[in-house]
């Protein structure tokens, strides 16, 4: 083994860290005898020659070794292997078209050639993987079809030799890794997928095996969504319950689970072979690593597995049993990041013989997508299933759920709340993290929170699961929902010494309900340090104090005022100066201070001045010049802070038309919105604004929320912007939330777009709801 490995000038190759010379011992620790060595020659591999998925020339020239390892058999953990060639090999850049039209002087071109020499020189070597669908080592057999899946170039006979497999196979975990496989390769050859679909749906009807009936039908509706049956959930619910009363399975925490933590570790099987990698296509089925259970063996005289394929015609003969597969043994811990990225997993999964049905059911979720009743009655009937790890799975499946789509959720979030009454603490955890960005949504279960907030006696302290810290959701979710039977919880948080900022910020959605929070309030920023800490501490409080035009507040807010450090003083003067708006006439004592500040040199704190001395005083011609000024200047940012401060002023502030007319054309699609919407309101007519309006809510969905707010303040969209009611109404209509984005998620992301729709019905006049 590792022939001509000292033949490479590895010195004159790098990776991620510098020179690759360290890279032939990690070769020949991935076939060490001892456990250790090998996790850390892993680790190493993920960390250096094929870093965040990276592929580097010292990657290219490892290949061949790693060919040789995984094709020897005593070789141990060699389904790591498999799943470290699958990542390298397996970034397909085919459908990227700015790639394809690189310079070769572009940076990246170098990158871009690396991947494809790694994609050829793993897929020339593929046919090592053949052999291995029968491996006696169970992590290979976990490892190997998705690797063959994504990386063989022949994909017809690799969908009848992982068929064939699956008459014989007697690993649940493995089987289910080879339906995930076959339905991989439909979902990557058009030409193979109708046949494919024939058989996953032929399959998801006549296996006994509930858990192989489940993989077919997840597969099933990743490749042909048309083919699922009208009662997939009925179907799914019941293989659900068939495989809780076969009783529990010995989980392994052996190769398959490592395997997963590998091609984790570096970005590998995620990042590579095709749609997610060999660590996540063996995961859709594996994930918790090896089961004792009997296991329901096809047999191999099988139509549908004759290496022609499935012919359409069901078998006819019986399915038998087997005897239970062997047990596998425990991977030893070491301190590597591979090993630090499975832990958390396997405590996760700890004593769950089936914890790879929430892989399955993600899965379905995934594929399901936009049937969004369809997958609302699945995860409502998940929470209701007396197993409370699946309960756990159905909540964290309705994260993605609820925050891509729009439905009717209200019992989805009863059955959520609910959970917070059971005794385990990852799933009260899980509930309580999930309502926590629902806000106003968050209603149905507000009995529930309320309870379990005054069960708890620190409330606002976080919560502590499987000793790692989470944040006090149950108290935040009640708060951000305006319940008032947050508040006595809120005001003892606000005594502790450093109470969570986000609850902070939460305050103001409890509206007149917190009013009586304000001494509290007071005090605690009436005690802060004028230092460079004062911004962000003062925030919140000030935040909370101008939602409640707590004017009694005045003294502590001019103190910040006064005394803003150098630091982050444009943010801290912005804060108090709207508070001191927010508290209008009743604030003419901060005159002085606010007058000064409008010669200030920083635009945002000029017109947060501007508006918080009009707020006080009322006349608009002590400070309109000034934002007139602003609105000319070259800065868009400043000319965005003007406009948001001339629209606040409405007819008062009519002669600063000109200048909000000459920002309609801007380049900034944000400035553009923000002197429209002004325009609109300082002269009460949509006119002129309404073109550019409706041309930014098409250009760009983040600026319809400001949009639909000013359209609704104008009055009924037929009768005030005909052209726009079509817009408002399309949104309505629309399943999909408008400010989803692939990867990016935020805290108030469900909360802004319900405001959106509530702003749109209130455009069309519809308040009903609201």
């Not at 090592?128 to 170039?153: C, I, K, N, Q, T």
């Not at 007139?628 to 007819?651: E, I, K, N, Q, T």
Request: net charge negative.
């Amino acid at each position: 083994m590792f022939t001509g490995i000292e033949e490479v000038d590895w010195a004159s190759l790098g990776h991620a860290y510098g020179p690759a010379d360290d890279v032939p011992a990690l070769l020949r620790g991935l076939a060490s005898d001892d456990p250790a060595e090998r996790e850390r020659a892993l680790d190493g591999m993920y960390g250096t020659v094929h870093h965040q998925g990276d592929v580097y020339d010292s990657t290219l020239a490892c290949i061949p070794f790693l060919l040789e390892l995984v094709a020897c058999p005593e070789v141990q953990d060699r389904g790591c292997v498999v799943e470290l060639l699958a990542s390298i090999g397996g970034i397909d850049l085919s459908g990227d078209d700015e790639l394809q039209e690189l310079d070769p002087e572009d940076e990246e071109f170098e990158d871009a050639a690396n991947y494809a020499m790694a994609a050829a020189a793993v897929a020339a070597g593929a046919d090592v993987f053949l052999g291995l669908v029968g491996d006696e080592d169970r992590e290979v057999r976990l490892a190997v079809p998705g690797a063959l899946a994504s990386l063989h170039g022949d994909p017809v006979r690799v969908r009848d030799l992982l068929r064939e497999r699956l008459t014989v196979e007697r690993d649940s975990e493995v089987r289910l890794a080879l339906v995930e496989a076959v339905g991989r390769i439909a979902l990557r050859y058009e030409s193979l997928r109708e046949e494919t679909a024939g058989w996953l749906a032929w399959l998801s009807g006549a296996a006994q095996d509930p858990a192989l009936r489940l993989a077919a039908l997840a597969q099933l509706a990743r490749c042909a969504p048309g083919r699922l049956p009208d009662d997939v959930v009925p179907t799914v619910t019941r293989l659900l319950a068939e495989l809780r009363r076969s009783g529990p399975r010995t989980p392994g925490t052996g190769a398959g689970t490592a395997g997963s933590g590998a091609g984790t570790a570096g970005s590998g099987a995620g990042t590579g072979a095709g749609a997610s990698g060999p660590g996540v296509a063996a995961g859709a089925a594996m994930a918790a690593g090896g089961t004792n259970s009997p296991a329901n063996l096809w047999n191999s005289a099988n139509s549908w597995a004759s290496p022609g394929g499935w012919d359409g015609t069901p078998p006819t003969a019986p399915v038998h049993s087997v005897p239970p597969a062997e047990p596998v043994e425990l991977r030893p811990a070491a301190p590597t990041l591979v090993g630090q990225l499975r832990e958390p997993r396997e405590e996760q999964r700890a004593g769950r013989g089936t914890a790879w049905a929430d892989d399955l059911l993600r899965t379905l979720h995934s594929a399901l997508d936009d049937r969004v009743d369809d997958r609302i009655a699945l995860v409502t009937a998940q929470l209701r299933s007396p197993d409370s790890a699946q309960r756990t799975d159905a909540v964290w499946m309705c994260g993605s759920l609820v925050r891509t789509w729009r439905g009717a959720y209200d019992e989805v979030v009863r059955l959520v709340g609910a959970q917070l009454r059971d005794p385990e603490p990852r799933l009260r955890a899980a509930a309580a993290s999930w309502l926590e960005g629902l806000f106003g949504l968050a209603a149905p279960a507000a009995d529930d929170l309320a309870a379990r907030v005054a069960a708890d006696p620190a409330p606002w302290a976080p919560d502590w699961v499987g000793g790692r810290p989470g944040t006090a959701s149950a108290l935040l979710a009640l708060t951000r929902a305006g319940d008032a039977r947050a508040v006595p919880a809120l005001a003892r948080a606000l005594e502790q010494p450093e109470p969570d900022g986000k609850l902070l910020y939460a305050l103001p959605h409890l509206g007149e309900a917190g009013g009586v929070l304000v001494p509290l309030l007071r005090r605690r920023l009436g005690a802060l340090p004028l230092d460079d800490e004062l911004g962000e501490q003062s925030g919140p409080l000030l935040l909370a104090l101008a939602k409640l035009r707590a004017v009694e507040a005045l003294p502590e807010v001019l103190r910040v005022l006064r005394g803003a450090p150098a630091f982050r003083r444009e943010w801290v003067l912005e804060s108090a100066l709207r508070a001191v708006a927010a508290f209008g006439p009743a604030a003419r004592e901060a005159a002085g201070d606010v007058r000064v500040l409008l010669d200030d040199a920083s635009a945002g704190t000029v017109t947060a001045a501007a508006r918080a001395l009009w707020a006080v005083e009322g006349d608009a011609g002590a400070v309109l010049p000034r934002l007139r000024a602003l609105l000319r200047a070259p800065d868009a940012h400043g000319r965005r802070s003007a406009a948001w401060a001339v629209g606040a002023f409405g007819g008062s502030a009519r002669a600063a038309a000109p200048e909000l007319r000459a920002c309609l054309t801007a380049p900034d699609v944000w400035l553009r919105v923000d002197a429209a919407t002004a325009l609109c309101r300082v002269t009460g007519d949509l006119g002129e604004a309404l073109p550019v309006l409706l041309a930014a809510w098409r250009e760009n969905r983040h600026t319809r929320v400001e949009i639909a707010e000013c359209l609704a303040e104008l009055g009924p969209a037929d009768r005030q912007a005909p052209d726009a009611a079509p817009l408002l109404r399309a949104e309505l209509a629309c399943a999909r939330r408008h400010n989803v984005s692939a990867g990016v998620t935020g805290d108030h992301d469900i909360h802004e777009d319900e405001r959106l729709l509530a702003l749109c019905r209130r455009a069309l006049g519809d308040t009903g709801r609201d």
